[in-house]
């Protein structure tokens, strides 16, 4: 079933009162509890949930103005400190088909750093400038998660640019106020640090037993984003899911603006968090916008989540395996691509799922509430519905036979028929020795 190509849809389901009783069977099998999960997950990572607007880190590397010259097509107007070396980021800032929006943002990725970019265009009498006048304003930071919060300013700044050229007063007061104090792993210049966890934008959760980390992705984007995400995708995006939790290298495609796009790129990466300690976690890389200048970097990638406004990637099929236009989700691997077919336990979970949300908005009403936070719901689920899979998988690892059955897969929340190649992707990248026992029928449904 196709979802809605309104991103405001309501991500809603008709049910009757009776279902908002606790008791009720809404909490179901996928629920590990649910409701009562959401609540332990406000306690522990409430300090990761603050949006508060005046709780910035000091996280700023560079801040520079990008520009649009009509003889020598995209420069760097000027940028601060002024001594790095900012090749192509007049490209990530303003990426190709720009010019065809009035303004947009960007988020990229510029070897071990994250920038966001402000883009703004404006008609002008000027027979020099072509009738209109384009830039960008963004700035390159350790960590993307609190990028969001300097949007504000950088749409402000890049309004004044275009009207008032060449002051950059207010853009170097916000460095200074604003500049990160780099670590020693920057001793190589600010595009060489090492991974870290400023790097990747998580948090780290480490074992008390072992020095294995694993990754948890801070929720700190714009309130609304994992549900209109949600929304966008309906059934699909448990195929989303799936090919993310595989690790996949996943391109998004659209035309500008390319902002939303973007926070399409988080969201997914939210998507394939967990907490359980595997042997093997593989490593999950937002990528965010890119361009043809980055197709070495991407060619060298085992698993990213990306998004682009050039058609062109759609046709070098070794830089991706799951290509998103739209809403339509693709795979040229065949392997691959039962996975895409929407299954009874994908259309039960996405049920569920939409359930809950309905229950909370009663809840709230109830107490009178005037906020629902879809977005900690929506990534709570898919962080326990996770952690349910690998405990189990590796419960059974640890048992006499190692044997997984149907009765097994059910309770993960996977159809015995329909997820079994999704199932053995699965053991197989995260090396989790088990016994397949579910039949394999020729005619999967």
């Not at 849809?9 to 009776?18: A, T």
């Not at 509890?33 to 508060?52: D, Y």
């Not at 500049?179 to 966890?197: I, W």
């Not at 048992?399 to 079994?420: A, I, Q, Y």
């Amino acid at each position: 079933m196709a979802a809605s190509t309104n991103d405001s849809s309501p991500l809603l389901s008709d049910i009757n009162g009776d279902d908002f009783r606790p008791e009720s069977k809404l909490l179901g099998k996928f629920g590990v509890a649910l409701e009562h999960n959401v609540t332990r997950k406000l306690q522990i990572r409430g300090n990761f949930l603050s949006r508060n607007p005046n709780d910035v880190e000091n996280d700023v590397v560079v801040i520079f103005v990008v520009a649009f010259d009509t003889k020598s097509g995209n420069i760097v107007e000027w940028c601060l400190p002024d001594d790095n070396d900012l090749d192509g980021v007049e490209f990530k800032s303003m990426p190709s088909g720009a010019h065809t929006t009035v303004s947009d943002f960007t988020y990229f990725k510029m070897d071990n750093l994250y920038g966001l970019s402000c883009f703004a265009k404006m008609s002008v009498d000027s027979e020099a400038e072509r009738g209109a006048r384009m830039k960008s304003v963004g700035l390159l930071s350790t960590s993307y998660t609190n990028l969001y919060r300097h949007m504000p300013f950088l749409e402000s700044q890049v309004r004044q640019q275009l009207e008032t050229p060449g002051k950059y007063e207010g853009l170097e007061a916000f460095f200074h106020d604003h500049k990160s104090l780099l670590p020693a792993t920057f001793n190589d210049g600010p595009h060489q640090r090492r991974a870290s966890e400023a790097d990747s934008g998580v948090s780290v959760i480490s074992s008390p037993k072992s020095d294995h980390v694993l990754p948890h992705m801070r929720i700190t984007h714009p309130a609304g984003c994992f549900g209109q995400f949600i929304n966008f995708f309906g059934e699909n995006i448990f195929t989303l899911w799936k090919y993310v939790l595989l690790r996949r290298r996943v391109l998004f495609f659209s035309p500008p603006p390319i902002g939303v796009v973007c926070f399409r790129v988080y969201c997914a990466c939210t998507l394939g968090q967990y907490e359980v300690e595997l042997e093997t976690s593989p490593e999950l890389k937002p990528y965010f916008y890119i361009n043809i200048a980055d197709i070495d970097s991407v060619e060298s990638e085992v698993s990213y989540v990306a998004c682009t406004t050039e058609k062109i990637f759609q046709e070098k099929k070794t830089l991706y395996d799951v290509f998103i236009n739209n809403q339509d989700i693709t795979t040229h691997i065949p392997r691959l691509r039962d996975i895409a077919k929407i299954n009874k336990m994908d259309r039960e979970k996405f049920n569920f799922l939409n359930n809950q949300r309905c229950a909370q908005m009663f809840r709230a009403q109830e107490t009178g509430d005037d906020e629902v936070d879809d977005d900690h719901l929506f990534s709570t689920f898919f962080m326990e519905q996770n952690n349910h899979i690998f405990q189990t998988l590796l419960d059974v690892s640890k048992s006499v036979d190692k044997s997984l059955t149907s009765e097994h897969m059910k309770d993960m929340g996977l159809d015995p028929v329909g997820d079994r190649q999704f199932l053995m992707e699965l053991l197989e990248l995260y090396g989790i020795d088990v016994i397949l026992m579910v039949d394999n029928p020729c005619c999967p449904t």
